[in-house]
């Protein structure tokens, strides 16, 4: 069956630092991957998508970035965090192909200071 | 993409049926109904998709309207785990676009079971 790994679980991190996420899936192969950010008490944000090893598709206009290095790796980075950063980041991934549902990791709590 | 409307939050007694609504009254013809739920601070959990039939799995049950323009997530014995905010959505479907099953969730109908 197939799994998603998201980490770590929770983040403190300074303004201004940089930030890494990871997320890894197993038991499927050329998954879709996707990046969402949740603000406390409301819905999730579409931040990335990947349809494929180096392929990102960027939704919203950030300072955070996404890369693929490898075909189930995710991670989602930045040179400098803002205090609007804080939230809750999900990892997802999906079948490819039309109307596929996606499934989505723990996420990561990050909270700037 | 269409847009989805659900009431804020409901209550349901344990073991009783929940019906959760949404309304999604400019949806296309090549849009799916998913619904997917997140119990607190966990990722959000997929339950069922539709296109216009009637859906049924082991966790819900999927009713359409025939005009398409709403829906209704039934959980057919609810317990205190199904606690959670649950959050339908039509699905973006993007000609062409290989990655087009995006999801844009809104803000969700918060369900709580009671004992």
């Known amino acids: 069956s197939q799994t998603i790994h998201q980490w770590p679980a929770t983040l403190v991190q300074p303004v201004g630092s940089p930030l890494s996420l990871e997320c890894t899936v197993e038991?499927?192969?050329?998954?879709?991957l996707y990046w969402y950010r949740q603000a406390a008490g409301r819905g999730l944000q579409l931040l990335f998508y990947s349809v494929g090893i180096g392929q990102i598709s960027s939704e919203v206009p950030q300072n955070l970035s996404a890369s693929r290095p490898q075909d189930r790796q995710f991670i989602l980075s930045s040179k400098k965090l803002l205090l609007s950063d804080s939230g809750f980041y999900l990892c997802?991934?999906?079948?490819?192909?039309?109307?596929?549902?996606?499934?989505f990791g723990d996420g990561t709590r990050l909270s700037i200071l | 993409d269409a847009k989805t409307t659900q009431p804020t939050s409901m209550d349901c007694a344990e073991g009783r049926a929940a019906n959760l609504p949404c309304n999604h009254s400019t949806i296309s013809g090549n849009e799916y109904v998913y619904w997917y739920r997140q119990i607190h601070s966990q990722g959000p959990q997929y339950i069922i998709h539709?296109?216009?039939n009637n859906e049924t799995n082991e966790m819900a049950s999927l009713i359409i309207t025939e005009d398409r323009k709403s829906s209704t997530l039934i959980l057919p014995h609810a317990t205190l785990r199904d606690t959670a905010v649950y959050y339908c959505i039509v699905r973006v479907g993007g000609l062409g676009n290989n990655a087009g099953n995006m999801l844009t969730f809104g803000g969700g109908t918060r369900l709580m079971v009671k004992p």
């Open positions: 539709g296109l216009k």
């Open positions: 038991g499927t192969s050329n998954p879709n």
């Open positions: 997802a991934w999906s079948v490819q192909g039309m109307f596929q549902p996606q499934h």
